[in-house]
Structure formats: structure tokens, C-alpha cells
T-cell receptor
Framework: DVKVTQSSRYLVKRTGEKVFLECVQD?????MFWYRQDPGLGLRLIYF???????EKGDIPEGYSVSREKKERFSLILESASTNQTSMYLC???????????FGPGTRLTVL | AQTVTQSQPEMSVQEAETVTLSCTYD???????LFWYKQPPSRQMILVIR??????QNATENRFSVNFQKAAKSFSLKISDSQLGDTAMYFC?????????????????FGTGTRLTIIP
């Protein structure tokens, strides 16, 4: 059974803290993605990675960075968390060119 | 850039009825894929149905079917004989056709979602 897991379902942080969101997939997928989900805005792509140590900006990268040191793990980093980063964060993975998309359960982050 | 629009933020129907969720998109691409994803409350996003733009025949998966109108850039989802388990957020999504130039590293672009509630 294929899996995308995220390190936390719920997370509460303070403004200014450095926050790490972890995503792990066990399918040997090359592509991994971080999306942010907000009511009325749908899912918006933050960053994606198509190979180890490779990354590309998505549509809303400001305030975020990513790390992919190993193929199975893709981390989203909030260098200095702000209240407007309170959101649901979804990780996804896929094997190009024809593989389907697999999503993690999401991390609901609250920044106080 | 591609955009996906879902004009119905919320819908509700009685159990066993049929419901149609609308989706329109804008793209200059000729080859692409369209998807409907379901996100049940507190559960993971799962694929409902997928349509390749080059196929004229509308995709069907059991009680789920689509009405794909390429010229109108419309991609609606019909759920027949709705069940309580169909209660979820539904997202329409677009992906460009896999290209050699991009090594198949395509992205999904999502709409804003429709919250569907099935009433017992």
C-alpha cells in the first residue's frame, strides 16, 4: 500500500519561530510537491522537487524554503513563521512521466 | 499559465439524488489532463476520475461521470445516486500533457473547490 506521510497532523507555533514540515513517501517517486490549502483559494503550489537536491518555486514561494536531501523526504521550512502562514499544508508525490498523484494527510499549522 | 475555476463554493443534495459540480478552465495547451479529486473531512485527497483531453469520450467511474466540453473548456462532474460517503470537498485540477522537454515533471493546478454535503 503506497503511502505519503506527513510528520504532524496539527502544529501550533509562535510568530518568528522556524518551522519544519516533513513529508516522506515510500514509493521511490522522483517528484514531490508542497501545496498550501486555504478556504476559497483551493490548493496553491509552494515548491516542488523533481530530483534529490533539485527544487523549483511554485506559485507562492515567498516566506518558504525547501530541502530534499534524500529521495523519499521533502521538507518545507518556514524560516520565520508569520500569522498569515496559518493554513493546511499538503504534500504530494508522483513518478513521472505517467504516474498518478499521491497526497499526504495534511498538516494543519496554526501560527499565533 | 493555466487557471481552474469552480463557481460553486458549496452544494447540498438529498441522498440518492444526482448532483453536478461545475468546473471551467483556461489554457492555451491542446493536450492536457483534467481530474476531479475528493477530500473527505479529515481524510486524504483521493482521485475520483481523470480525463485526457485528446479523448472525446467522457470518462466514467461507477457512479461518477464527467461532461467534458473541450471547446467550451468545461469539465463538470456528475455524481449519480449520491451516498452519505460522498460528502467531501471536491477539487477540479488541470495538468499539462507530459512533455519530453519537461521530462514529465508536470504540476497540478487546482480550482478553489466545492464543498458537497449529502443530506440523509
Amino acid at each position: 500500500d503506497v503511502k505519503v506521510t506527513q510528520s504532524s497532523r496539527y502544529l501550533v507555533k509562535r510568530t518568528g519561530e522556524k518551522v519544519f514540515l516533513e513529508c516522506v513517501q515510500d514509493m521511490d517517486h522522483e517528484n514531490m510537491f508542497w501545496y498550501r490549502q486555504d478556504p476559497g483559494l483551493g490548493l496553491r503550489l509552494i515548491y516542488f522537487s523533481y530530483d534529490v537536491k533539485m527544487k523549483e518555486k511554485g506559485d507562492i514561494p515567498e516566506g518558504y524554503s525547501v530541502s530534499r536531501e534524500k529521495k523519499e523526504r521533502f521538507s518545507l521550512i518556514l524560516e520565520s513563521a508569520s500569522t498569515n502562514q496559518t493554513s493546511m499544508y499538503l504534500c504530494a508525490s508522483r513518478q513521472p512521466p505517467a504516474g498518478g498523484w499521491f497526497f499526504g494527510p495534511g498538516t494543519r499549522l496554526t501560527v499565533l | 499559465a493555466q487557471t481552474v475555476t469552480q463557481s460553486q463554493p458549496e452544494m447540498s443534495v438529498q441522498e440518492a439524488e444526482t448532483v453536478t459540480l461545475s468546473c471551467t478552465y483556461d489554457t492555451s495547451e491542446n493536450n492536457y489532463y483534467l481530474f476531479w479529486y475528493k477530500q473527505p473531512p479529515s481524510r486524504q485527497m483521493i482521485l475520483v476520475i481523470r480525463q485526457e483531453a485528446y479523448k472525446q469520450q467522457n470518462a466514467t467511474e461507477n457512479r461518477f461521470s464527467v461532461n467534458f466540453q473541450k471547446a467550451a473548456k468545461s469539465f463538470s462532474l456528475k455524481i449519480s445516486d449520491s451516498q452519505l460517503g460522498d460528502t467531501a470537498m471536491y477539487f477540479c485540477a488541470f495538468m499539462k500533457h507530459v512533455s519530453i522537454s519537461n521530462f514529465g515533471n508536470e504540476k497540478l493546478t487546482f480550482g478553489t473547490g466545492t464543498r458537497l454535503t449529502i443530506i440523509p
